[in-house]
């Protein structure tokens, strides 16, 4: 309670103080000289209007409309006409600061609404990814911008199928609500093509497809799409998305894919192959990562935070990774983030139960939800 009181008063004290400074000016210039300046007494409501409640204002108007009678006995211009007009000019331009500061109060609490339903619709189209699936471990984080920014439109899907697990991680260009009408429709498209096409060229065709149908011709959506396969090999199909990070016991590299055109810019993709060993882990991620500035506008170096994602719980590893980010810009993201970490578990051995001798039944563990990370 005292941390967002300390802030209320920070959000006021700057224009109100220098709203007090132009009506302290403009009674020194009058009070020094023989100039005629309660006229512009009623700039300094103005200029707390920019931030300040209609309530402050109105006070701060009322005020300076008080100084400005008042003002009639020191430079001796009380009652005159031009002390009488003086004074109606500061109350027109108190008038006209509550006005501004009701419109923009207004204005604040619609764009405020407008950015609760985007949010809220953009979180309800992240998935629930499972802590674990087919031998295979997963954890996700969302971080939502900074205030300033809008909402944006990365993406992130796991789909068991029966012969591979599917993952699709992806960042629609542009902003707001067509960012996350196209975000879904990619979702959507990714998980009907998952279970249908066998190839992982075609699971992209498909999805770029549904891109070229909906989106605006000056739109389109990178991705990068893994296949896990049982044997331990990973098949890679990116439409101009950044590579995934292999971490190993004492390595990390970049896979390199092969270059394809943004899902909603071509309908060809290419594929290639990797493998990865039981222990090793897999980070997807969106360009809100590796493209974080700090205030020298250093980019994030991904490189020396790979530590961070090792030997601990994959949902330990991307909090600490997520808090590494946040320190490097300043607690500030402009832009949205979607991080995924797969990680290659042991096999289980099987346990035979009662009429099932020697089968095991796969048991997907449902992990918490992706984690949205306010900035304030």
Same mark, same amino acid.
């Given at each position: 309670m005292l941390t967002s009181a300390i802030l209320r008063i920070r959000r006021f004290t700057d224009p109100l103080t220098a709203g007090l400074l132009v009506?302290?000016?403009?009674?020194?210039?009058?009070?020094?000289?023989? /100039?005629?300046?309660?006229?512009?007494?009623?700039?300094?409501?103005?200029?707390a209007a920019v931030t300040c409640s209609p309530v402050i204002t109105l006070c701060f108007g009322l005020f300076c409309e008080i100084i400005a009678v008042a003002s009639g006995l020191w430079d001796h211009r009380f009652?005159?006409?031009?002390?009488?007009?003086?004074?109606? /000019?500061?109350?027109?331009?108190?008038?006209?600061?509550?006005?501004?500061?009701?419109h923009r109060r207004r204005r604040s609490s619609e764009l405020r609404q407008v950015r609760a339903v985007a949010e809220v619709a953009q979180r309800a189209l992240l998935p629930e990814v499972p802590a674990t699936?087919?031998?295979?471990?997963?954890?996700?984080?969302?971080?939502?911008?900074?205030?300033?920014?809008?909402?944006?439109?990365?993406?992130?899907? $796991?789909v068991a199928t029966p012969h591979t697990i599917r993952i699709i991680i992806g960042d629609v260009r542009g902003k707001g609500l067509p960012a &996350?009408?196209?975000?879904? &429709?990619?979702?959507?498209?990714?998980?009907?093509?998952?279970?249908?096409?066998?190839?992982?060229?075609?699971?992209?065709?498909?999805?770029?497809?549904? &891109?070229?149908?909906?989106?605006?011709?000056?739109?389109?959506?990178?991705?990068?799409?893994?296949?896990?396969?049982?044997?331990?090999?990973?098949?890679?199909?990116?439409?101009?998305?950044?590579?995934p990070l292999l971490v190993g016991t004492s390595t990390a590299t970049a896979?390199?894919?092969?270059?394809?055109?943004?899902?909603?810019?071509?309908?060809?993709?290419?594929?290639?192959?990797?493998g990865w060993e039981i222990g090793d882990r897999l980070l997807l991620f969106t360009d809100g990562l590796i493209e974080a500035r700090d205030g020298a506008r250093a980019f994030f170096p991904l490189e020396?935070? $790979?530590?961070?994602?090792?030997e601990i719980s994959p949902e330990v590893a991307?909090?600490?990774?997520?808090?590494?980010?946040?320190?490097?810009?300043?607690?500030?993201?402009?832009d949205d983030l979607a991080l995924l970490l797969v990680e290659r578990l042991a096999p289980k051995p099987l346990s035979p139960s009662p009429g099932l001798a020697g089968a095991a039944v796969p048991v997907a563990e449902p992990a918490r939800r992706a984690t949205v990370l306010s900035t304030d």
């Open positions: 009506l302290g000016a403009g009674i020194a210039v009058g009070a020094a000289t023989d /100039l005629a300046t309660t006229g512009y007494f009623g700039l300094g409501v103005l200029v009652g005159d006409g031009q002390h009488i007009a003086a004074c109606v /000019l500061v109350g027109a331009q108190a008038a006209v600061a509550v006005y501004l500061s009701v699936l087919h031998g295979a471990g997963f954890a996700a984080r969302y971080l939502s911008a900074a205030k300033e920014a809008s909402v944006g439109g990365d993406l992130y899907e $796991v &996350v009408r196209l975000a879904a &429709v990619v979702l959507g498209a990714f998980r009907e093509a998952a279970v249908t096409w066998l190839e992982q060229e075609q699971v992209a065709a498909a999805c770029a497809r549904s &891109v070229s149908r909906e989106a605006d011709p000056e739109d389109f959506v990178t991705a990068l799409m893994v296949d896990i396969h049982p044997d331990g090999r990973l098949s890679l199909c990116s439409a101009g998305h950044h590579p896979l390199a894919c092969p270059s394809s055109p943004p899902l909603g810019l071509g309908d060809r993709f290419a594929t290639t192959t990797a020396r935070h $790979v530590e961070l994602l090792r991307l909090d600490q990774l997520t808090r590494a980010l946040t320190g490097h810009v300043g607690g500030n993201l402009h």
